[in-house]
């Protein structure tokens, strides 16, 4: 679903989201002269071929990190070293291709290819805050009814919010005592460490299984750039494997939307307001069905618009789209296998526990809880009166403050 499509549906509250979204969706394959059935066959298995697609192409990433930078990574990367920076290239790097899973993809295949996991982290944590941008769109879409677009703003910005307490908690502590970069190293180790007993055996096992599929892209990607010299050839292969991520966790998220959205649907109205394990469960379900933390969040925005469900109601579902989204990194990350598959589990493992620490300490200490919720709120009661603030919120916190921090950083 396009961001038009997505702001089209949103405008359109009154309607049931099923309605709305059957309307608005349809398939890339919609043209095909097939029965409903044979094209529903053939979508799930160009699913899988672009599955095959995305480690492929993260894979290429990898080696094409190493021969752009080879051992040098650290002090090519060297202005990132301040996590500042790192976060801000998170926020950018997601508001820019719209795609947290595209930022959190390529970040796992450059940890792969030699990128410093202390660098790599804020990256990581600022595509969280990137990923929000979409949901504030939609509700920009409902901004004619000031009642309508007070719910559905909030709704939006309770992401915000969340994401953003999640990294005023955790950037310090991580800066302070390296609570990511260490369990994560442990967890590694475990799952993918010559010494990590059965869990790590079949972990190898899986890599080296996808590892053996996927040679043959990897060899062909390697070879179309094999004229070039080693830099060069490593720059293209880089950028070669960034369009492919981008095209193909575009059609995933569009195949996938339509043809999972409906059952989609079902867990959201099944799960909401009957709690935030609930919320928690259904919004990570729904994501990982989806493959997509922005459409999951979208979902909800016009329901609270409409008045169907509160932003407190909805908050626990958009935490879980937090944490469904982190599967595209563990996909990504069985793309290496030996020191290079361990590097890449390490930072495919930063994003989920990242995810799951922030749901269980702000859920489990009761003063945090109510933060992003008030927040929101207060921010929707000041966007319903002046819409010009919204618009300033959305590019000074997602474009103008990220972009100026990142130039003053390069440039001083």
């Not at 394959?29 to 094209?39: H, N």
């Not at 195949?255 to 259904?282: C, D, Q, Y």
């Not at 109510?370 to 997602?398: H, M, S």
Request: proline letters at 4%; glycine letters at 10%.
């Amino acid at each position: 679903m396009s961001r038009t499509d997505i702001l089209k549906s949103a405008s359109q509250s009154a309607e049931t989201p099923a309605a709305t979204v059957e309307r608005t969706l349809r398939s890339p394959l919609a043209g095909l002269p097939v029965s409903a059935r044979t094209r529903s066959l053939i979508e799930w298995l160009v699913v899988v071929v672009a599955v095959y697609v995305l480690i492929t192409a993260v894979s290429g990433i990898g080696s094409g990190f190493k021969m752009a930078v080879g051992e040098q990574a650290g002090e090519l990367f060297q202005f990132a070293a301040n996590p500042f920076v790192g976060l801000v290239i998170g926020i950018l790097a997601t508001v820019l291709t719209q795609s947290s899973s595209t930022t959190t993809a390529i970040t796992v295949g450059m940890v792969a290819g030699g990128l410093p996991i202390e660098i790599a982290i804020p990256i990581l944590l600022g595509a969280n805050i990137g990923t929000t941008v979409t949901s504030t769109l939609v509700s920009l879409g409902m901004a004619r009814d000031k009642e309508v677009f007070r719910r559905a703003f909030g709704a939006a910005s309770v992401h915000d919010m969340y994401n953003l307490l999640s990294v005023l908690i955790f950037l310090p502590l991580e800066l302070m005592f390296g609570i990511l970069q260490h369990t994560s190293d442990w967890l590694a180790a475990q799952t993918g460490g010559s010494d990590g007993g059965p869990v790590a055996a079949v972990f190898a096992a899986i890599g080296a299984g996808v590892t053996a599929f996927t040679e043959p892209g990897v060899n062909a990607l390697q070879w179309a750039v094999s004229p070039l010299p080693d830099v060069w050839a490593g720059v293209v292969l880089i950028l070669l494997g960034v369009v492919l991520i981008l095209a193909v966790i575009n059609l995933i998220g569009k195949l996938l939307k339509v043809l999972l959205v409906g059952r989609a649907e079902k867990v959201f109205h099944t799960a909401i307001g009957r709690g935030p394990m609930s919320g928690i469960l259904s919004g990570t379900l729904i994501t990982v069905m989806v493959q997509s933390s922005s459409t999951t969040t979208s979902l909800a925005v016009p329901l609270v618009g409409s008045g169907k469900f509160s932003v407190k109601q909805i908050f626990p579902f958009t935490v879980g789209a937090n944490i469904g989204t982190t599967l595209t990194a563990l996909i990504a990350a069985f793309a290496f296998t030996g020191v290079e598959g361990q590097a890449a589990l390490q930072a495919a493992f930063v994003h989920v526990l990242y995810n799951l620490f922030c749901a269980m300490v702000i859920f489990g200490i009761p003063f945090l809880r109510p933060i992003p919720v008030a927040a929101a709120l207060w921010l929707a009661r000041i966007g319903a009166e002046n819409k010009l603030f919204v618009v300033a919120w959305v590019l000074g916190v997602f474009l103008v403050v990220p972009g100026l921090l990142l130039l003053a950083t390069v440039l001083l």
